[in-house]
């Protein structure tokens, strides 16, 4: 268990719709990053939060959207959904000046 | 081209066996560089962590960064069954040159490990 949490662990829905994922960084963490992982892409970096701002942004979509709360937990929002966002979606954290990032469970979703 | 490079096998062994998992980059800037172990439908799970070049050995694992070849590997000694699962290697350049800490991942190698 890598201390990290994401919920839901599975999620189905249909296209055009919207969804929202939550994770909770390990205690202590204060960066939060998000991963999508499709067979066809591997993992990709999509954004990362560092104690509640936007760092860096990497392969996320403008349909796709991320916060992180004063408490630390992190939100990733998926809005018009389109088969092709049927995916694993990583939560990972990282501790202050740390360079290993620790994943959560991800939650997988899939679009109809 | 991609910034990492893995061989995405499937790689099959006997149980005992040496296993050797390899990824080229071609970045110069990375200099954390990760191994993580994904069970099916599981999060990747942190094995090893080096920074910049040399080895690094933790139980029957050794990790093995060759920058000026652009290089990394993990070696697996006495493989077990259990030890079948996914092996992902990930690099950062961390803050170098303005860069942030997200990592690279390569494709990933499957192992199977036959008892």
């Known amino acids: 268990d890598s201390g990290v949490t994401q919920t839901p662990k599975h999620l189905i829905t249909a296209t055009g719709q919207r969804v929202t994922l939550r994770c909770s960084p390990r205690?202590?963490?204060?960066?939060v990053y998000w991963y999508q992982q499709s067979l066809d892409q591997g993992l990709q970096f999509l954004i990362q939060?560092?104690?509640?701002?936007?760092?860096a942004k990497g392969n996320i979509l403008e349909r796709f959207s991320a916060q992180q709360f004063p408490d630390l937990h992190s939100e990733l929002n998926l809005s018009s959904l389109e088969l092709g966002d049927s995916a694993l979606y990583f939560c990972?954290?990282?501790?202050?000046?740390?360079?290993?990032?620790?994943f959560g469970p991800g939650t997988r979703l899939l679009v109809l | 081209q991609k910034e990492v490079e893995q061989d995405p096998g499937p790689l099959s062994v006997p149980e005992g066996a040496i296993v050797s998992l390899n990824c080229t980059y071609s970045?110069?800037?990375?200099?954390?560089f990760m191994w993580y172990r994904q069970y099916s439908r599981k999060g990747p799970e942190l094995l090893m962590y080096?920074?910049?070049?040399g080895n690094k050995e933790d139980g029957r694992f050794t990790a093995q960064v060759d920058k000026s070849s652009k290089y990394i590997s993990l070696f697996i000694r006495d493989s077990q069954p259990s030890d079948s699962a996914t092996y992902l290697c990930?690099?950062?350049?961390?803050?170098?040159?303005?860069?942030?800490?997200?990592?690279?991942f390569g494709t990933g190698t499957l192992l199977a490990v036959q008892p």
């Open positions: 939060y560092y104690n509640g701002e936007e760092r």
């Open positions: 990930a690099m950062s350049a961390g803050n170098y040159g303005g860069a942030t800490n997200k990592l690279i």
């Open positions: 990972a954290s990282s501790g202050p000046g740390s360079r290993t990032q620790y």
């Open positions: 080096t920074y910049s070049s």
């Open positions: 970045n110069s800037a990375f200099q954390y």
């Open positions: 205690s202590g963490d204060l960066s």
